[in-house]
């Protein structure tokens, strides 16, 4: 099955440094990757996804690129501010038959003012 | 708009008993999920159903079964509650995979944190 690994557990940041967030996965037939924000106490949202037909999707201060030769995707977030402060995990699956996700351990992301 | 709703935000069991955790969706998906989340391990699936009645195990299935009656609804049964179990449940539930042409988005719950003492 999918096994997908996410680094750091834990990022420090200023507010308005830019963060960087690394997943690999092992199934090279996974094709969607989607990433999710928990902020404190609340449910997991997703923020932005791709697919492995895109090598990068930006959306505002948030960007996520896809090597799919080096089975490796990466969020972005540049200007950082406090509320970006949350956990972040990756996932990956196939869009393949009755697909589940298989997500990361998350990376706990602390913005200082 | 709250779409996925889960019956307890928190429950203290005691070891032994039998747990039930409910879990509601009001947007008619076919899909629904259950997983534990723990510090340092990030969301580990459960199970998961595809339709009415049908259930599949996800990756830690053991001491947990489930039931799927209505299309909205997906439970999570503890048959008997260990402490190993204490964790943060969450429910989740997507409309059925389009195939090649995208994945639809899968939409959480709150949580529920089981303590089992």
């Known amino acids: 099955g999918e096994n997908v690994e996410q680094h750091p557990s834990t990022l420090s940041v200023q507010e308005g440094d830019s963060a960087v967030i690394k997943c690999t996965y092992s199934d090279s037939a996974s094709n969607y990757f989607p990433w999710y924000k928990q902020e404190l106490g609340k449910r997991p949202q997703l923020i932005i996804d791709?697919?492995?037909?895109?090598g990068e999707k930006k959306d505002q201060r948030i960007a996520v690129t896809l090597n799919k030769t080096a089975k490796h995707f990466s969020l972005h977030i540049t200007e950082t501010q406090p509320e970006d402060s949350a956990v972040y995990f990756c996932a990956a699956t196939s869009l393949s038959g009755y697909s589940t996700l298989t997500f990361g351990k998350g990376t706990m992301l602390l913005v200082s003012p | 708009d709250v779409k996925v709703t889960q019956s307890s935000r928190y429950l203290v069991k005691r070891t032994g008993e039998k747990v039930f955790l409910e879990c509601v969706q009001d947007?008619?998906?076919?899909?629904m999920f259950w997983y534990r989340q723990d510090p340092g391990l990030g969301l580990r699936l459960i199970y998961f159903?595809?339709?009415?009645?049908?259930?599949e195990k996800g990756d830690i299935p053991e001491g947990y079964s489930v039931s799927r009656e209505k299309k909205e609804r997906f439970s999570l049964i503890l048959e008997s509650a260990s402490t190993n179990q204490t964790s943060m449940y969450l429910c989740a539930s997507r409309e059925t995979d389009l195939g090649l042409a995208g994945y639809n988005e899968q939409f959480f719950g709150p949580g529920t944190r089981l303590t089992v003492l």
């Open positions: 947007m008619d998906h076919e899909n």
């Open positions: 159903s595809y339709d009415v009645k049908m259930k």
């Open positions: 791709i697919r492995s037909n895109v």
